[in-house]
Nanobody, 124 residues
Framework: QVQLVEAGGGLVQAGGSLRLSCGVS????????VGWFRQAPGNEREFVAA????????GYTDSVKGRFTISRDDTKNTVYLEMNNLKPEDTADYYC?????????????????WGQGTQVTVSS
């Protein structure tokens, strides 16, 4: 069984920064793709960013390109999401998820394990 724990959410003013972390335990971190998704109140969960194991491919949804950076530290079994120049529309619960086959994907389908989420609120 794989457990994921997100941390780093909070309240920040527009233009500010936060760094989310996703700690993965239970099985070896090696070979996993890790993605970040978010869900704002009343909206469906959407893709934010992901980092694959194969080729270390990274990808972002258009609205966060140039502002968010995803990275992974395999020695710590942790993936980070650095969020800069935050906007009120970034307000959401942020979830990390693991895809054990290592294939990069921006779809929720295929991600096998999910964390409980961390709340990000950006005030204007």
């Amino acid at each position: 069984q794989v457990q994921l724990v997100e941390a780093g959410g909070g309240l920040v003013q527009a233009g500010g920064s936060l760094r989310l972390s996703c700690g993965v335990s239970g099985r070896t971190f090696t070979g996993y793709t890790v993605g970040w998704f978010r869900q704002a109140p009343g909206n469906e969960r959407e893709f934010v960013a992901a980092i694959g194991w194969i080729g270390r491919i990274t990808g972002y949804t258009d609205s966060v390109k140039g502002r968010f950076t995803i990275s992974r530290d395999d020695t710590k079994n942790t993936v980070y999401l650095e969020m800069n120049n935050l906007k009120p529309e970034d307000t959401a619960d942020y979830y990390c998820a693991v895809r054990v086959d290592g294939t990069y994907s921006n779809s929720m389908i295929g991600y096998n394990y999910w964390g409980q989420g961390t709340q990000v609120t950006v005030s204007s």
